[in-house]
C-alpha cells in the first residue's frame, strides 16, 4: 500500500500505522466526512477464503455493536475492487502503545497504582466484550494510551481460532526474536487449541500484562518458540518482589493453567489485586463458606465411597478440575492402580470419519472424537464402521495424544492389530460389552450411576499425526499395567477444529515432548537442492577483475526425480529381506513401532525431511524398506508431502519460488509430487509459480530490460512447460510462440552449473552427452506430463536464454578502506574511519526487501569498532538503569534496548562530546560489514560458531553443527573483519537510522542513501543476535521493530561523520 492511494474511492492512504499478523494498520483521511480514520486490510491468507470471511463479518458485526469507552469503535468493514482489498475501517486514537508507555516510564516499569488503573480500565472493557466475543489476542502491543491517559482495547482477533493458531504458530516459527513479545500472553488452551479458548483466556493475558506493568518483563520470555510453549503451558511464573506474596497468588490463580480456576471475571482478578487481605477476606467470604462446606461435603462422600467400594482411592475423583459446562461420562473402566491420578486427552479420528470408537470395551461415541481426563495406561482402542474392517491399537497412554487412522474397506474375517510389538503379546480381538442400551442398566454402585450423554465433538481438519504414542513408551500390549476405574472421561467440545499445526502440538506437553528445533526444522524442511549458480554476491578472489562478472539468474532445480525415486526403491527393501507380507496382516518385526513413534516425534517437532539421517521421511522409508506395503508409513510420506506444500503456500506468498536454497517454493512442491504422485495439487502449485515468474517477467518488461524478462519466461517455462500462461508470456512480451519440448526416452541427468564469459561455449558433461546439438543453457527444463508426476526428462530450453541474465551490478573498484582508529575520551571507545567509496547492496537470493542489488557510494564515517557495551551505557545513563538481560559483565553489550532508548543514550552522549554521534545509517552498516566483499558473510559463504555467537545447534543443509552459548558474550570475543571491526555477526542486533522501508532498495539515491520514509512504523536492525540462526547473520539480512522494540537481542553500535564536530 502506498501512501496517496485512495481505497473504495472514499479513504486516502496517509502513512502506515504498523504491521500485524492479520493485516497492516495505516492512517488514512475519510473524504465522506473530513474524519481521519484508521484502515486495517485484511492479509490474502483471510480474504481469499470466503467462509473465514464470513466469520470476520459475523465478528465484526458482534465488535461494531459494542459500545464502550475503552474500546475503539468500529465504523465499517469494506471492500476496494480496484485493489480487491478487503479493509476495516474503525477510529483514529491519537496515542501510543501500552508498551511504549511503560518503556517512557523511568526504568521501563509503572508504579503499582498506574499499573492498576490501566488493567481496571482493561478489565471494564473485556468484561463488557464477553457478553458478545472475546478479544483473543490482548497484548500491550494491541492497547492504547491516550494523552489523557485512557485505554483503548485495538485488534479484536475477528478470524476463527484455528486459522489464528495456525498463523500465530508459523509467525512464531519464522520469527524467533519476537516471539515472547507477540505470544508470551497466550494462555496454555490457546497454545493447545483445548479446550477451545474462552474469556478464561482473555483474563490470563491481562494477568500476564499486570505482570509486565509492575516489572518490567513479561512473566515468560524464553526466545525459542518450544521453550516459550513449554513455559506457559507448565510452569507458573517467577514471583515477582515488587508485589508482596499476597498478589503472587493473585497472579497465580488469574495465570493458572486450568481455566475453571481462574476468576470468574477480570474485575474479579483487578479488585483481588487491588483490595487488602481484609477486604479480600470479607468480599470472597460467601465462596469461602461454600467451598469448606463443599471440602466436608467432599470428605464425607470419600468415606462413604471407600466403605462401600472396598477401600478404592478417591483422590481422582475429587481432583479432576472438570469444568461443569462441559458434558461428563463415566468410562466405567476397571483397573487396580490406586496412585495413578493424572490424566491425559486422547483425540481420535478416523478416514472415513464416523467410526464407533470403543475404549476397551466401553463405546465412547463416533469419529472425529476428543476424550479429556483419561487415566494414564494401557488401552485397547477399537473402530468400527460398517463396510470397513475393524481396527484395533493397542497403546499405551503417557500424554495427551492424537490416533489419527485410515480404515480399509475390505472386511476381513478378524480385526486388524495396528500396532504390536509381538504376536504373542498381542490381545485378542476387543470385542463389544453393550448388550443393551445403556439407559436400561441398573447401576450398583455410586460410580455405575446413570452418566450425561457424550457430547461428540463437531466434525474437523485431519491432524498430521499417525499414532502418536508418547515417546519414552512401548505401544506393545501389557496386560498387567493396572488403571483406576473410578475416574471420570470427558468428552470435550471442539467447535473449532484441530488442524495439523495443533495436532502436531497437541502432544508435546509433559516431560520429554518438547518441540525440539522446531523452527530451525521448519524453515530447513526440505533438503538442499544442487547448486545451480554461485551465490550472486560471491566473486572468486583466484579470477582477474575481467573475469569476476556477476552470476546467470538461477534457474529452478532440476527436477532429479529418476534419481531420488532410485533412493526410494534402495530405501524400501531391506538387504536380505524379501518377504511379501499378505496387505493387513499383522506385522511383527519389533523394529517397526519405534520407528513409527520415531517418524511420529520427528513430525510433531516439522523435522519432515531434514536435518538429514533425523528426521520424519527418512523413519518412514526404513518401514517401508522391512515392510514396503505398510499403511502407516506410506500415509505418513503422503501427510509429509501435503505439509510440505503448506510450506511452499508462504513461499509462494513471500516470493521465495526458486531461492533460497534451503526454503523455497519449486523444491518443496517438486519433492511433496514425488513423495504424493497422484496429488493433484502438485500440478496446480507449479501452475501458480510459473504465473509468478511470468509477472516478475512483466515487471522487467516495465523497465526494458529484455535480458530479464527471457530469463524469467525460462524459469516460468522450466516450471511448468505445458501450463497456457507460459505460452501467453512468451506471445504478449516477446511477440513469439513457445512450444514445449518434446518428450524423449532418456535418463534424468543433473545439469551442472554453467557460468558463462562472453567467449566461452562451455557445456555441462552430462548435457553434452545427451544433447549434442544442444547450445549451453543456464539449466536443464524438466517436463511434466498431464499425470503431474515430475518429468524424467530434459527438454531443450529457448536458445534466447543462452546467455547470462544479469540482475546485479558488476563490482565496484572503488571500495572503502579502512584508516586511522580514533578514540572518544567521553566514553573510551573506539572507531575506525572508513573513507569514502562504493559497494554492491543487497542480495539477489534472501528476503524479497534484500533487492535489488545497487550500487551505493559514501562519504567517509566513522564507525565503532564495538558494539556500545553496558559499562558505556552506565557511564552515559547512570549506574542504576541497565535494561540489560545478561548483565554479569561491563563488557558484555547493552541488551534488551529499543530503537527509542539508543536514541536517548546518543542525546545524553551528544550533550557531553564535541562530537556528534548517531547510528550507522543502514548503508553504512552494511558496507562496514561487508569490508570490501561480497560474500554473504565477512568470512565467506559460511560461518561457524567460532567465529560469531548465534545458535549453531541448527544449522542450515551443508553447514558445520556448532554450540548455542544461549547469552552474550564479551565483544571482541571473535576475530575482526578486514576493516578491524568486531561482532557485525551475532551477540546483538544491532539498530540502524533508517526506517524500514521494504521496497526501498529499488528507489534509494545512490549517495548517501538514508530511508527517512515517515509513513513506515519500523526501523531497521542488522547482524543477527546470539539467538538467531545462521541465515540472519547475513550482511544483506534486514530486520525490523518498532521503535518501543527492547528485545533482549537488541542493541547498537556508533557512528558519526568526519565532519560533525562542534
Known amino acids: 500500500m502506498k501512501k496517496g492511494l485512495s481505497l473504495a474511492g472514499r479513504y486516502t492512504l496517509q502513512k502506515e500505522l504498523g504491521q500485524g499478523l492479520f493485516g497492516d494498520a495505516y492512517l488514512a483521511h475519510d473524504e465522506s466526512t473530513g474524519l481521519t480514520v484508521t484502515v486495517k486490510t485484511l492479509t490474502e491468507r483471510i480474504r481469499r477464503d470466503e467462509r473465514v470471511l464470513a ?144 474469556p478464561a483466556a482473555d483474563r490470563y493475558a491481562l494477568a500476564a500484562i499486570f505482570y509486565e506493568l509492575v516489572s518490567g518483563r513479561p512473566p515468560f520470555d524464553q526466545v525459542e518458540p518450544q521453550a516459550l510453549m513449554h513455559a506457559v503451558c507448565n510452569m507458573a511464573p517467577p514471583p515477582l518482589r515488587e508485589v508482596g506474596k499476597r498478589r503472587n497468588r493473585v497472579i497465580n490463580q488469574a495465570m493458572s493453567k486450568d481455566p475453571g480456576k481462574r476468576f470468574p471475571s477480570a474485575m474479579a482478578f483487578v479488585d483481588a489485586l487491588d483490595a487488602s487481605p481484609l477486604a479480600l477476606m470479607g ?17 464425607g462422600l470419600g468415606w ?40 491425559v486427552m486422547l483425540r481420535v479420528e478416523s478416514r472415513p470419519s464416523g467410526a464407533q470408537v470403543t475404549l476397551d470395551g466401553k463405546r465412547l461415541g463416533m ?74 442398566a441398573v447401576p450398583s454402585s455410586p460410580s455405575q450411576q446413570k452418566a450425561p450423554p457424550v457430547q ?23 496386560e498387567e499395567a493396572p488403571r483406576e476405574s473410578d475416574q471420570e472421561m470427558v468428552i470435550l467440545p471442539d467447535p473449532q477444529g484441530i488442524t495439523a499445526t495443533q495436532a502436531i502440538q497437541v502432544a508435546i506437553r509433559g516431560p520429554g515432548g518438547a518441540l525440539e528445533e522446531a523452527a530451525m526444522d521448519v524453515m530447513s524442511a526440505v533438503p538442499e537442492p544442487p547448486p545451480l549458480a554461485r551465490r550472486v554476491e560471491k566473486a572468486s578472489a583466484d579470477q582477474p577483475e575481467s573475469a569476476q562478472q556477476q552470476e546467470p539468474l538461477p534457474l529452478p532445480s532440476p527436477m532429479l526425480s529418476q534419481k531420488r525415486t532410485e533412493g526410494m526403491e534402495a530405501s524400501s527393501g531391506a538387504p536380505g529381506d524379501t518377504t511379501t507380507r499378505p496387505e493387513g496382516q ?71 519460488l526458486s531461492q533460497p536454497p534451503v526454503r523455497n517454493a519449486l523444491a518443496r512442491v517438486m519433492l511433496a509430487g514425488e513423495l504424493d504422485p497422484g496429488n493433484p495439487k502438485v500440478g496446480a502449485f507449479l501452475g501458480e509459480i510459473a504465473a509468478r515468474y511470468i509477472t516478475l517477467a512483466r515487471a522487467a518488461a516495465d523497465k526494458g530490460d529484455r535480458v530479464m524478462v527471457e530469463a524469467r519466461l525460462a524459469q516460468a517455462a522450466a516450471v ?84 547470462p541474465a544479469t540482475a546485479a551490478p558488476t563490482v565496484v573498484a572503488n571500495p572503502s578502506k579502512a584508516g586511522a582508529v580514533w578514540k572518544d575520551p567521553i566514553t573510551g571507545m573506539e572507531f575506525v574511519e572508513l573513507s569514502e567509496g562504493c559497494f554492491n547492496m543487497g542480495t539477489e537470493y534472501g528476503d524479497a526487501d534484500e533487492s535489488p542489488v545497487h550500487r551505493v557510494c559514501l562519504d567517509s564515517y566513522r564507525i565503532s569498532k564495538f558494539e556500545v557495551t553496558q559499562g558505556v551505557w552506565k557511564a552515559i545513563m547512570g549506574a542504576n538503569n541497565n535494561p540489560s538481560k545478561f548483565n554479569q559483565d561491563d563488557q558484555l553489550p547493552v541488551d534488551s534496548v529499543s530503537w527509542t532508548m539508543a536514541a536517548e543514550f546518543i542525546q545524553r552522549l551528544n550533550e557531553k562530546s564535541s562530537v556528534v554521534f548517531r547510528l550507522p545509517t543502514e548503508a553504512e552498516w552494511e558496507n562496514a560489514c561487508r569490508a570490501g566483499g561480497n560474500d554473504p558473510y565477512q568470512f565467506g559463504g559460511t560461518i561457524l560458531t567460532n567465529q560469531a555467537n548465534f545458535n549453531g545447534s541448527q544449522p542450515l543443509p551443508g553447514e558445520e553443527k556448532g554450540m548455542f552459548r544461549k547469552t552474550t558474550v564479551v565483544v571482541g570475543s571473535f576475530p575482526p573483519n578486514r576493516y578491524g571491526l568486531f561482532d557485525m555477526h551475532g ?64 542493541g547498537f553500535r556508533l557512528a558519526s561523520s568526519l565532519t560533525s564536530v562542534r
Open 55 to 198: 466469520d470476520v463479518r459475523r465478528n465484526f458485526q458482534l465488535l461494531q455493536s459494542l459500545d464502550h469507552p475503552h474500546i475503539v469503535k468500529m465504523h465499517a468493514l469494506e471492500f476496494d475492487a480496484l485493489s480487491q482489498e478487503h479493509f476495516l475501517v474503525r477510529e483514529y486514537v491519537e496515542g501510543i502503545t501500552l508498551t511504549e508507555h511503560r518503556i517512557r516510564n523511568g526504568r521501563g516499569l509503572l508504579p503499582l497504582s498506574e499499573a492498576l488503573e490501566i488493567c481496571r480500565q482493561i478489565a471494564f472493557a473485556l468484561d463488557h466484550a464477553h457478553r458478545s466475543l472475546l478479544h483473543r489476542d490482548l497484548k500491550p502491543d494491541n492497547i492504547l494510551i491516550t494523552h489523557t491517559g485512557e485505554v483503548k482495547l485495538i485488534n479484536f482477533c475477528l478470524v476463527p481460532e484455528h486459522l489464528a493458531k495456525e498463523i500465530r504458530t508459523e509467525n512464531m516459527i519464522r520469527d524467533l526474536e519476537s516471539a515472547s513479545r507477540l505470544h508470551g500472553y497466550m494462555a496454555p488452551e490457546q497454545f493447545f487449541g483445548f479446550p477451545p479458548p474462552g
Open 283 to 299: 468480599q470472597y467470604a460467601g465462596p469461602l463458606v461454600i467451598a469448606v462446606v463443599a471440602i466436608v461435603l467432599s470428605v
Open 304 to 343: 462413604y465411597y471407600q466403605k462401600n467400594s472396598g477401600g478404592k482411592d478417591m483422590v481422582a475423583l475429587l481432583d479432576t478440575g472438570v469444568d461443569p459446562s462441559v458434558q461428563q461420562v463415566d468410562p466405567d473402566l476397571v483397573g487396580e492402580n490406586p496412585n495413578q491420578g493424572q490424566t
Open 367 to 440: 469419529t472425529p472424537l476428543t476424550v479429556g481426563q483419561v487415566i494414564r495406561g494401557r488401552y485397547a482402542l477399537k473402530l468400527e464402521k460398517t463396510g470397513y474392517s475393524d481396527v484395533v491399537v493397542d497403546m499405551e497412554l503417557a500424554e495427551d495424544t492424537v490416533v489419527d487412522l485410515s480404515l480399509d474397506e475390505v472386511l476381513p474375517s478378524e480385526p486388524v492389530v495396528a500396532v504390536a510389538a509381538d504376536a504373542k503379546e498381542a490381545k485378542p480381538p476387543v470385542t463389544d460389552v453393550a448388550a443393551k442400551p445403556e439407559e436400561d
Open 456 to 478: 461428540v465433538a463437531e466434525p474437523m481438519e485431519k491432524a498430521s499425526v499417525n499414532v502418536t504414542a508418547p515417546e519414552g513408551t512401548s505401544p506393545a500390549v501389557n
Open 586 to 656: 499383522a506385522v511383527n518385526d519389533p523394529r517397526i513401532p519405534g520407528l513409527l513413534k520415531e517418524a511420529s516425534r520427528h513430525v510433531r517437532a516439522m523435522r519432515l525431511t531434514f536435518p538429514e539421517g533425523s528426521n520424519a521421511l527418512e523413519s518412514y522409508r526404513a518401514v517401508l524398506a522391512l515392510v514396503p506395503e505398510q499403511k502407516e508409513a506410506l500415509e505418513g510420506i503422503r501427510r509429509i508431502a501435503g505439509q510440505l506444500l503448506a510450506l511452499a503456500r508462504d513461499d509462494i506468498d513471500e516470493d521465495r
Open 720 to 803: 511448468a512447460p505445458e501450463h497456457p500462461v507460459v505460452a501467453e508470456g512468451y506471445r504478449k512480451l516477446l511477440n513469439k510462440e513457445w512450444v514445449p519440448p518434446v518428450k524423449q526416452d532418456q535418463k534424468v541427468v543433473e545439469a551442472k552449473p554453467v557460468v558463462e564469459s562472453p567467449a566461452s561455449e562451455v557445456k555441462s558433461p552430462e548435457v553434452q552427452q545427451e544433447q549434442p546439438s544442444q547450445t549451453a543453457s543456464l539449466q536443464a527444463a524438466p517436463s511434466l506430463p498431464e499425470t503431474v508426476t515430475p518429468s524424467s526428462e530434459v527438454p531443450s530450453l529457448p536458445p534466447e536464454v543462452s546467455k
Open 987 to 1050: 551477540n546483538v542486533y544491532e539498530w540502524v537510522e533508517d526506517w524500514y522501508v521494504k521496497d526501498y532498495y529499488g528507489k534509494a539515491p545512490e549517495h548517501n542513501p538514508l530511508a527517512n520514509d515517515d509513513s513506515s512504523s519500523l526501523h531497521v536492525l542488522r547482524g543477527g543476535a546470539w539467538h538467531s540462526n545462521s541465515g540472519n547473520l547475513r550482511c544483506g539480512y534486514r530486520y525490523r521493530g518498532r521503535p518501543d522494540f527492547n528485545n533482549f537481542g537488541n
